[in-house]
């Protein structure tokens, strides 16, 4: 199917004006996909005080999904309603994380014939997989993310993590974080120090800085 024609649905659980790794990685990736051509959509948790609907760049944005931990059925059900209620303008799906939202669209796209892929975003304690084992849900959403396309995994240790699970190795695909070479590049002269360090992130654990130190 042409660039141009292909109508796909990103899912986030957060986006703009959150600007952390995974929403800042689906929002350039939008932004790509949409120079190429592709007619994208972003689908992102509802939050009081910001709009239902907006364009952001050029991309519609609907915060539609509505329930949390709790009310992990209403979650997924409000995840759903938006699928059917937008099926026409959907050709595929990609998720960005493994989560309550995930379950419903593979479960959508496998019922309509379309293609699905989810993103994890980390590992170990700030990783998916240990974020959904906390959700009364989590059999349930592991069982339907085995029926997706495919898994990016950013890491080797992703990719670990996702085996341990039980996921076919076939159908995960590693793929790590890019970097726009327009505007990260080597200096034209080597640095005064032989040795330097640069950190660029959250000081939280999970980043693995007690590592790097």
Request: with cysteine; net charge positive; proline share 5%.
């Amino acid at each position: 199917m042409p660039a141009g024609s292909y109508k796909l649905l990103m899912i986030i659980g957060r986006f703009y004006p959150d600007t952390g790794g995974t929403e800042k990685a689906c929002q350039r990736t939008a932004q790509k996909l949409k120079e190429r051509g592709c007619d994208i959509t972003i689908l992102t948790e509802y939050r009081e005080g910001l709009p239902a609907y907006e364009m952001i760049d050029g991309i519609p944005v609907y915060r539609y999904i509505k329930g949390w931990h709790v009310f992990e059925a209403t979650y997924m059900l409000s995840v759903l309603s938006f699928l059917l209620q937008h099926r026409h303008r959907i050709n595929g799906i990609l998720c960005f994380g493994l989560y309550l939202f995930t379950a419903p669209a593979i479960l959508f796209c496998r019922c309509t014939g379309r293609r699905i892929f989810f993103r994890l975003g980390s590992a170990r304690e700030t990783g998916d997989i240990h974020r959904i084992a906390q959700l009364k849900q989590n059999r349930f959403i592991l069982w339907c993310a085995k029926k997706a396309h495919g898994a990016v995994a950013l890491t080797g240790e992703i990719e670990a993590e996702l085996a341990g699970k039980g996921f076919l190795q076939d159908k995960i695909v590693r793929i790590s974080n890019g970097v726009d070479t327009e505007k990260f590049f080597p200096p034209p002269e080597k640095p005064a120090s032989p040795f330097v360090i640069c950190y660029v992130g959250r000081l939280v654990a999970g980043k693995g800085l007690e590592t790097l130190i």
